[in-house]
Structures are given as structure tokens and as C-alpha cells.
Nanobody, 123 residues
Framework: VQLQAFGGGLVQAGGSLRLSCAASGRTFSRNKMGWFRQAPGQEREFVAA????????YYADSVEGRFTISRDNAKNTVYLQMNNLKPEDTAVYYCACGATLTTMTSGRSYDYWGQGTQVTVSS
């Protein structure tokens, strides 16, 4: 499975960005897709996740109501629409996929990871 994430950039506080993650390879390995982020000096944290078939979504409290995860089955792509961005959203964002539909918020339950894309929010 290969994951390619892109769409990061520099944006002012209150602005928006949309991240994309294109997936290829074994479909059974990507029953769930997730976004995680890691800021300098901090541990990686869960942002959002979605089940590939049913489209059930999960969000971290810190992004609930501001971020939206979605998927396009035809394009094998997952998106993270980020609105009302805050400086504390600054991080490298990673997409990941996994076969199991348990522990959606734990990075340990994801099997494949894409390269990160930098998101910087200026105040």
C-alpha cells in the first residue's frame, strides 16, 4: 500500500486548507483511513479518521467542528478539509491506513503511513 499526502502550506489564522491523501495497493489494508499530526517537540496525535466503506467519521476534540474528513472511493483519495485554522494546528500532517476497524484513534492500529505534509498557521 502506498499513500501520498499533499496540500499543506502556509496560511493565516482563520484560513483554510485541504489536505489530500491518495491511496494505492491492497484495498483490504485500508478499511480505515486516518490523519495524524506531529508538532515540533510533541508526540504524534490523532486528528481524524474515516471508515472506507461506511464513511463513519471520528475526530479529535481539538478539531471537531473545524475539520472534516471525507473520501472519494472512485479516486481512492481521502481529504481533510481544515477550516478556521489556528496557530496550534501547525504541524506535519500524516495520512495512514489500516485493516482493523478498532482503535480508530490510535496510531499503533494503522499499518501504512504516507509522507508528511507541513501545515503552518501564522497568527
Amino acid at each position: 500500500v502506498q499513500l501520498q499526502a499533499f496540500g499543506g502550506g502556509l496560511v493565516q489564522a482563520g484560513g483554510s486548507l485541504r489536505l489530500s491523501c491518495a491511496a494505492s495497493g491492497r484495498t483490504f489494508s485500508r478499511n480505515k483511513m486516518g490523519w495524524f499530526r506531529q508538532a515540533p517537540g510533541q508526540e504524534r496525535e490523532f486528528v481524524a479518521a474515516i471508515t472506507w466503506s461506511g464513511g463513519r467519521t471520528y475526530y479529535a476534540d481539538s478539531v471537531e467542528g473545524r475539520f472534516t474528513i471525507s473520501r472519494d472511493n472512485a479516486k481512492n483519495t481521502v481529504y481533510l478539509q481544515m477550516n478556521n485554522l489556528k496557530p496550534e494546528d501547525t504541524a506535519v500532517y500524516y495520512c495512514a491506513c489500516g485493516a482493523t476497524l478498532t482503535t480508530m484513534t490510535s496510531g499503533r492500529s494503522y499499518d501504512y503511513w504516507g509522507q508528511g505534509t507541513q501545515v503552518t498557521v501564522s497568527s
